[in-house]
Nanobody, 111 residues
Framework: QSELLESGGGSVPAGGSLKLSCVVSGAAFSRCPKFWYRQVLGSGREFISTISSAGTPSYAAGYEDRVTISQDNAKNTLYLQIDNLETSDTAVYYC?????WGQGTQVTVSS
């Protein structure tokens, strides 16, 4: 059974950056579908990005300029770099690998 562990969230001022990580064990990481979502308090979960097994990224509209998804197959780790953070980015961020959701990591952006 696969396990996901997310990290990298925290409190940052607007304009700052964060790099979220999601380590998976017990799954064929390189072959798994991989996604990042977020959930703003009081709203539903929102798709941010996905990356193919070959490393081709895809982003939801509005994220292309500030977000970078990447993966390290040797470390079974999925990443999400978020730059120029805005207060509206305050949310819980989730990785999804092989259809399993991580526990989420809180990102709080202050003005």
């Amino acid at each position: 059974q696969s396990e996901l562990l997310e990290s990298g969230g925290g409190s940052v001022p607007a304009g700052g950056s964060l790099k979220l990580s999601c380590v998976v064990s017990g799954a064929a990481f390189s072959r798994c579908p991989k996604f990042w979502y977020r959930q703003v308090l009081g709203s539903g979960r929102e798709f941010i990005s996905t990356i193919s097994s070959a490393g081709t990224p895809s982003y939801a509209a509005g994220y292309e300029d500030r977000v970078t998804i990447s993966q390290d197959n040797a470390k079974n780790t999925l990443y999400l770099q978020i730059d120029n953070l805005e207060t509206s980015d305050t949310a819980v961020y989730y990785c999804v690998i092989c259809n399993k959701w991580g526990q989420g990591t809180q990102v709080t952006v202050s003005s």
